[in-house]
Structures are given as C-alpha cells and as structure tokens.
C-alpha cells in the first residue's frame, strides 16, 4: 500500500471524506458520460437512452403491479430452489465433510461438476419437470446444490480439533456434539454457501425464465426484449441487480462475515 | 518396500474406484430400469443410446468445428479480461483512494447475476459471437481485478524492504520485486476469470442459439433428438472439466515452491 494515501488522509478531516469524493465524482462522469452518448448519436438509437427515460422507465416498471407479481413468482421459485437445493447441499456436505473415504471417493466429482455451466440442463429440466415453473425450480436446485455442498463438507473439515475434544471430554451426546459444537463451529462456511447458492440459484432460475416462461422477472425481461423497449430493459436490470446486491450482502450480514470480498 | 508401495497405491486408490463404481453401476441401473420400462424412455434415453449419440454427434454435427469456435470466444474473452483485469487492478492498487472508492463496488458487481444482461448485449452488439465474448468478459472481470489487488498487496515486507536497500526506482521496484511477487495470486484471479468466462460463453451460446458447443445442444433440444441431446450435454461437462483441469496444472506450475 502507499502510504502517502495514509499520511494525507490523517492529516486532514473534511466534511465528507476524499473516497467519498472520488465516488461521486466517479458517479457523477459516468453520468455524464452516458448522457453524452446517449445524446451524440454516435450509436444506435436506444442503444444508449437518456438518463431521464431510464428513470420515467423505473418510475412506470416500480407503479405496476403486474411486475411485483412476477417477482413475486421468481423469488418463490428462487426461494424453493434455495430450499431443496441448499438442504440437499448440507446434508451431502456433512456427510462427505465427515467421512474421509466418502469424501475422496465423491467429491472430485461434485468439485468439477460444480462450476460447469447449469444452463445447458435447461432441456432436460423441461423434459423432466415441464415448461411451468418446476423446471425453473429445478435447474435453481440443480445450481446451487454445489457450492452449498461443497462450502459445508470443507468446513466441517476445518473445524478446530480442540473444540471437538472440549465436546467429548464433556461427553457430549452425538445431537449435542451437532447442535452445540459442530453447526456453530460451521456457521461461516454454512452462511458463504448459502450466499453463493442463493447467487447460483438465481442466475439458473432467471435464465431458465428468459429461454422458456410466461411469468417471472426472465420472462418479463424477454418481452422488453423483443419489443426493444431499451429504457424498460435497464430499468429491470436495475431493480434485478440492486436486489440482487442487497440479499447477498443481508446473507453476509446475518453470517456476521465481511462475506463480498471473500468471493 | 515395493510391496508396501503397492498396498499403499492400493489403499490410495480405494476410495476413488469406489467412486467410478458407483457411477458406473447408476448408470447401469438407469439402463437396466429403462429396458425394464420402469423408467419413460422418451424422457430418459438409455446410456447405451447416448454412447451412440455420442458417435453421431461428433461425426454429423461439426463438434470439432463448434469446440474450435466455442475455444476461440473464450480465448478471446480471456485475452480481453486479463489485460483489462489486471490493468484496472494495478491501476487501483497504485492510487490507494481509487481503491478505497471502488473496490467494494467491484465485489459487489461479482455478485450480481451478470449474465442476465445478455438480452441487452444482443441488442447493442447483434447475435453474433461478440455478444458471446463480450458476456464472458464481463463476467469474468471482477475476479481478475480483484486478486490483481489482493497480490501486489500481499506482497511480503522482505521483498519490498530487500527492493529498498538496493536503491530501486519505482519502475523497477515494481517490475522486480512487486509484479513477480504478485503473479501467482494474479493467476488464481486469471483462473477464476477463465472459469467464469467459459460458463458465461458457453451458457450465452444455449441461450442464443448462437455458435459453438451451448448451441449444439439448444439445436438439438428443438429436433427432440434426445439421445443426441444428452450426449451433448455430456460433451460439453467433459470439455468444461478438462478446461479446469489444464487451468489447475498451470496454476501449480506458476506457484513457487515455498
């Protein structure tokens, strides 16, 4: 690190500190920038609109109630996704977290399967579940089942030893060894695959929705798509990554872990 | 002692026949419940059937073509996003307020699903293959800028001190000392960038019926030939883990032997 950043920074105490400066000016030029482009004709028309449609856009996608309906839709479908997929994920984590030979013999396997892309499941998703919303369901199971599972097996493996012997020298039964010892030992690598099976889900579930659906926040996306509605488009994209953002930085927060940039 | 070498590899590999084991006995099981009729064959087409597929779609549907087209957009998306990646990283980690201002902001971006733009980016740049390298630039940035950051900072005080009492400019403090010391992290932030890039390509690919492997199965989802469609998916699980792999032997290359 410089360190002239730090012995300027101590020296002075303005208002509003100097990263808060940088960040609104960063804002402000990107602002403006974008509205230049916007306003040059350099692009496409409504390739890039103007700051003022995209917020008339966000005002008219915020007013409709037709849009909390179909988010309504993909968070239930994220939700039970994140259920099935996130249960499933911790009970194949601790079983391989806790049983060497079961772990060298099945993990390689979930640890390559893992980052491959879920998307391409999307068919037999439908051939198995149909085109409503359970293969929606299923491919946000499909995705974030691995991180979940993977994050819990190696976190029941870092479990310091001593707590382990603090619990059998107190004879500790096998539910209180789980309840007392091992899950709150694990409540990190719980909560950071849960966040990023939360991430893994979402992204499976919206994708699946913008490729085949009649509801839900992808299929909404689709259709500002093929009518070109640009401003629209941003808008929900917007919305999406803002609430996107915010749950995964809520799950951090109840984990009590500086989680963002452990990723 | 090449005996108790042998038990050894013996024991070694236990868990891991064990595994391909299983594999292999699901997978006949699933043959066996499908001939039986006990499982819909229309919606489960037997692994025999997909082996077979396997031949057909290497022999009709130009895999080696799409594999080359599908290995370019991720080359060229991984050129892309280590140059900018790694730049942008230095860029931050050489003036410390840029840093303090958007280094969250970059983490924040890593979480958010950015392949759900790929509608937007078939507008603004068509459906073609730059669309395609373009999503798996995007997605692959953050991790690259990231560790960018994460290694020159990590640099060990020894090195830099041992820079200093060798009366090194800042030029040459940071191509000697800094930038070698730094490069192994930045390949993990590479690795994870390639990762990201091949699941966006190849996902971009499905989803806009554009291009090389992801394309392959959307093709061949649509003419129901499921048989096909399974070995494809195959296909493309198998190239993915091979890519990773070969990322994986690099990476331990490139780490010092500490």
Known sequence: MAETGRLRQTATAPLIGPVALVRTAIVLALLALWEFLAHSGWLYRDVVPSLLSIARALARLLSQPDYYYNLGVTAGEIGMALLIGGGAGLLVGLVLGGNRFLSKAFEPYLYYLGPTPKIIFLPIAIMWFGVEAPSKIALGTFSCFFPVALNVAAGMRQIDRVLIRVGQSFRASTLQMVVKIYLPAMRHPIINGVRLGFGFALIGVLLAETRLSNKGVGFVIMQADSTFDMPSMYAMLIVLFVLAIGANALIGRLGGIDTIKRS | ?258
Request: aromatic share 10%; glycine share 6%; charged share 15%.
């Open chain 2, 1 to 258: 002692m090449s005996q108790a070498a042998s038990r050894t590899s013996i024991a070694a590999s236990a868990p891991r026949a064990t595994g391909l084991m299983t594999l292999l006995v699901a997978l006949l099981l699933t043959e066996l419940l499908i001939q039986a009729g006990l499982i819909n064959r229309f919606i489960v087409p037997p692994p025999s059937e997909v082996a077979k597929a396997f031949y057909r779609i290497v022999a009709q549907e130009h895999v080696f073509r799409r594999f080359l087209s599908t290995a370019a957009e991720c080359f060229a998306a991984g050129v892309m996003l280590t140059l900018a990646g790694v730049s942008a990283g230095l860029l931050m980690q050489r003036f410390t307020l840029l840093q303090r201002a958007v280094e969250t902001w970059v983490a924040s971006i890593a979480a958010a699903p950015l392949v759900i733009m790929y509608p937007l980016f078939l507008v603004i740049f068509g459906r073609n293959a730059l669309t395609i390298i373009m999503m798996g630039f995007i997605s692959g940035l953050p991790p690259a800028i990231l560790k960018t950051i994460e290694g020159i900072s990590a640099t060990r005080k020894v090195l830099i001190n041992v820079g200093r009492s060798f009366n090194l400019t800042a030029t040459q403090q940071f191509w000697k000392i800094l930038f070698p010391a730094a490069l192994p992290t930045i390949f993990v932030g590479v690795r994870l960038g390639l990762v990201f890039a091949l699941i966006n390509v190849v996902g971009t690919e499905f989803l806009i019926s554009y291009g090389g492997l992801g394309a392959l199965i959307a093709d061949l989802a649509e003419r129901y030939d499921l048989a096909g469609t399974y070995a494809a998916i195959c296909f493309v699980i198998l190239v993915s883990v091979l890519f990773f792999l070969a990322l994986e032997k690099i990476e331990r290359w490139l780490r010092p032997v500490d």
